[in-house]
């Protein structure tokens, strides 16, 4: 890894790269909260552990919030990986 990519890795600044569903670039290049999306994410964790399947939690986001999340980003959400 070079000394640059290093350096901006330790300030917390974001390398590329597909940005996480629940975050967003702020204007230093680092990642911060998406409120929008972190509520997104917390619905989605309170239906799981209600015991909803990931495909009516999936149509239920959509249905609400008009966002489309494949079963596989939405599994790394509820499972605290994305």
């Keep these: 890894m070079s000394q640059t990519k ?3 890795r330790q300030r917390g600044r974001y390398l590329g790269g597909k940005v996480p ?3 967003r670039v702020d204007e230093d290049g680092g990642l911060v909260q998406d409120a929008q999306e972190q509520a997104i994410i ?3 964790r309170d239906m799981r552990a209600g015991g909803a399947m ?3 939690i999936q149509a239920a ?3 609400q919030h008009g966002c489309r999340l494949s ?3 939405l599994h790394r959400v509820v499972k605290g990986t994305a």
Excluded: T
Aim: zero cysteines; proline letters at 0%; aromatic letters at 12%.
């Design 6 to 8: 290093r350096d901006q």
């Design 21 to 23: 569903f629940g975050f």
């Design 42 to 44: 917390a619905q989605a």
């Design 54 to 56: 990931l495909r009516k």
């Design 61 to 63: 986001i959509e249905a």
């Design 71 to 73: 079963l596989d980003a």
